[in-house]
Nanobody, 120 residues
């Protein structure tokens, strides 16, 4: 059973920072990519960033490159993927979803999402 639970969303002013966390329970974790996607009101869900389970491979959307950093912590009992978001802009406002899959372009599992609101 795959479980992904996000936390860390909230309200922040433009230029500020937030760190999202996703506690991941994935049976065959070392085969998966983990990632973050977001969906703004009235818009389609879009890719933000992804990382391999080892942390050795990362990809970012152009819109967040240089401002967001994805990382993974493979603990003894849990695996956590983080999204450090710096220099936030109002256009970053969205529900952010954690996802896992064998192919990061076609994720298989999704969390429920956490809301990030960036005020001007």
């Amino acid at each position: 059973q795959v479980q992904l639970v996000e936390s860390g969303g909230g309200l922040v002013q433009a230029g500020g920072s937030l760190r999202l966390s996703c506690a991941a329970s994935v049976p065959t974790f070392n085969s998966y990519f983990l990632g973050w996607f977001r969906q703004a009101p009235g818009k389609e869900r879009q890719f933000v960033a992804t990382i391999s389970w080892s942390g050795g491979t990362t990809y970012y959307a152009n819109s967040v490159k240089g401002r967001f950093t994805i990382s993974v912590d493979n603990g003894k009992n849990t695996n956590t993927v983080y999204l450090q978001m710096d220099s936030l802009k109002p256009e970053d406002t969205a529900v952010y979803y954690c996802a896992a899959g064998l192919n990061w372009r076609f994720m298989d599992y999704w969390g429920r999402g956490t809301l990030v609101t960036v005020s001007p």
